[in-house]
């Protein structure tokens, strides 16, 4: 089995910095795309951030330029550094991995339990 384990959410004051983990264990051939999302109350969940195994990156435009997302592939972990958080940052935050579990061509993606992050104005 697989298993993304989350942890860093909190409450944070507008302006300041979280730093979110979250680690893939299991029996992991390989850990391919990783992406952070987010669900707000009322809203649909949405990606925030992903980075590819290479490295390469995107962002939603809400978080450009405040919100870093990188990688350890040694550690099949992946990190969303944010700052200058805002009151609309507030939701449940949840890591998403592509990763192939027989082989490099046999993959799906699993989510982890997710992390809550409030920000207070």
């Known amino acids: 089995q697989v298993q993304l384990v989350e942890s860093g959410g909190g409450l944070v004051q507008a302006g300041g910095s979280l730093r979110l983990s979250c680690a893939a264990s299991?029996?992991?051939?390989?850990?391919?795309?990783m992406g952070w999302y987010r669900q707000a109350p009322g809203k649909q969940r949405e990606l925030v951030a992903a980075?590819?195994?290479?490295?390469?990156?995107n962002y939603a435009d809400s978080v450009k330029g405040r919100f870093t997302i990188s990688r350890d592939n040694a550690k099949n972990t992946v990190y969303l550094q944010m700052n200058s958080l805002k009151s609309e940052d507030t939701a449940v935050y949840y890591c998403?991995?592509?990763?192939?579990?027989?082989?490099?061509?046999?993959?799906?993606?699993?989510w982890g339990q997710g992390t809550q992050v409030t920000v207070s104005s």
């Open positions: 998403n991995a592509d990763i192939s579990r027989i082989s490099y061509s046999v993959h799906s993606f699993y």
């Open positions: 299991g029996n992991i051939v390989r850990v391919n795309a």
């Open positions: 980075i590819t195994s290479g490295g390469s990156t």
